[in-house]
């Protein structure tokens, strides 16, 4: 299960298994009343552009990384631990007040999704010990290189805000309940971005194409 956010209040985001041609609706795959999502749409439309773009988050993630997955990838068990990852950030947020653990689960799913993509363009896993190490920047900036796409800028820009993994191991991160979820949605967003350059799953790209409304992800303010 996975979530996304209105201020402080998550919701789950729940994808089927489809096969074939089908009608997606993203909106609809979101777990909150009508109630609340009429207000919504009726008070800050711009906030259910940002919904949307979080089920893509989800959708593109979670069936890019089934596609490398069925056709034996050798990032496959790379991914397989992203998505537990994903999966058990999205538990800690909704069953706890003390989030704070989740922090360096989401920056291990980001890592293992960055080192995913990076292992199925051709990276030894070498490389990626001795060049990348845990340096999200330095993950951003290969990745874009490889496989770029319109959200480059996005990518790079919330890599060098994250959190660094090897200290938030060791010590609480300081970080507001706000700043945490919006950790736990980088790690949605960054993951999804990995598969989206590797595979043919790109939703959100079709959502800006058709709406012509930019996808913009940055930590809140």
């Known amino acids: 299960m996975y979530r996304y956010y209105f201020s402080l209040t998550i919701y789950p985001v729940n994808i089927h298994v489809g096969y074939g041609e089908y009608r997606l609706i993203p909106l609809d795959l979101i777990d909150i009343s009508e109630e609340e999502l009429d207000e919504v749409l009726r008070y800050d439309p711009e906030q259910a552009y940002h919904a949307i773009y979080n089920v893509c988050d989800v959708y593109d993630f979670g069936y890019g990384a089934n596609d490398l ?34 922090i360096p689960v989401s920056l291990v799913a980001i890592e293992l999704a960055f080192k995913a993509a990076f292992t199925h363009i051709g990276y030894e896993e070498s490389f990626m010990k001795n060049k ?39 010590r609480p991160s300081e970080l507001t309940r706000l700043k945490m979820i919006d950790v736990a949605m980088a790690a949605q967003f960054i993951a999804a971005e990995c598969t989206r350059r590797i595979t043919d799953r790109n939703l959100a790209a079709q959502i800006v194409q058709q709406t012509g409304f930019p996808r913009i992800y940055k930590f809140q303010k």
Request: hydrophobic letters at 35%; a negative charge; charged letters at 25%.
């Open 69 to 102: 997955i069925t056709r034996d990838s050798s990032a496959s068990d790379l991914l397989k631990n992203a998505l537990s990852n994903i999966t058990a950030t999205s538990r800690v947020l909704s069953d706890s007040n003390n989030i704070e653990g989740m």
């Open 132 to 170: 990348l190490g845990h340096n999200f920047k330095k993950m951003a900036s290969l990745l874009v290189k490889e496989r770029s796409l319109d959200s480059d800028k996005q990518v790079i820009e919330l890599c060098e805000n994250l959190p660094d993994l090897v200290g938030t191991r060791y």
